[in-house]
């Protein structure tokens, strides 16, 4: 992005459009309430399947299960926010400075914006929907029903929503976040 171009506040709010914030939104809310029904299948899975005597090789495949599910979570959780925060930078902007108008280049910011929010959660998601695996095939193994710290494997879930949240896509979140990033006279 050439420094000759100058964003204002007033650029990004007008290329900042209600249907550009609403498919951002849609996806964020789809992302986290995907989680949050697998997990409760998983939950009433667990409420209705009768107990049974575990043997230690389904308790081993859990500890397994359960380790690996812990090194992605913390691989996507830093994978995510590198990703995201690479993602959204000045040096993204694909600018011709002769042609471009500081009103294309917001618009290109942000495009930047809601990829940005889509690399912030996809890993997340996926550490998350490996999380629910692992306590669904504890559950159906009746692991879970004897063995309740396997429930453990739901903190990805927890982290994903909680980042869904706080990370919120409100209007004001994302011009607040674009300025941050894009204005140059700051």
Not at 14 to 30: C, D, F, M, S, W
Not at 71 to 93: D, Q
Not at 98 to 105: A, N, Q, S
Not at 169 to 182: G, N, W
Request: include cysteine; hydrophobic fraction near 50%.
């Amino acid at each position: 992005m050439d420094s000759r171009i100058l964003l204002t506040r007033t650029h990004l709010e007008q290329a900042l459009t209600p249907e550009q914030v609403r498919p951002t939104i849609i996806i964020r809310i789809g992302l986290m309430l995907g989680i949050f029904f697998f997990y409760l299948a998983t939950f009433v899975i667990h409420s209705i399947q009768p107990t049974v005597i575990i043997s230690q090789v389904d308790a081993n495949l859990m500890d397994i299960l359960s380790g690996v599910h812990a090194v992605i979570m913390i691989t996507m959780m830093v994978v995510s926010f590198v990703l995201s925060k690479n993602t959204l930078r000045k040096g993204r902007i694909a600018s011709d400075t002769v042609l471009d108008t500081p009103e294309k280049i917001a618009t290109q910011a942000v495009n930047l914006h809601r990829v940005s929010s889509l690399l912030l959660m996809a890993p997340l998601e996926g550490a998350a929907f490996f999380g629910a695996a692992v306590c669904l095939i504890g559950v159906e193994a009746g692991i879970i029903q004897n063995l309740p710290i396997y429930w453990l494997n739901t903190i990805s879930g927890v982290v994903l929503i909680g980042v869904g949240f706080i990370t919120f896509p409100t209007r004001d979140r994302i011009l607040t976040t674009l300025e941050s990033v894009f204005i140059l006279d700051r």
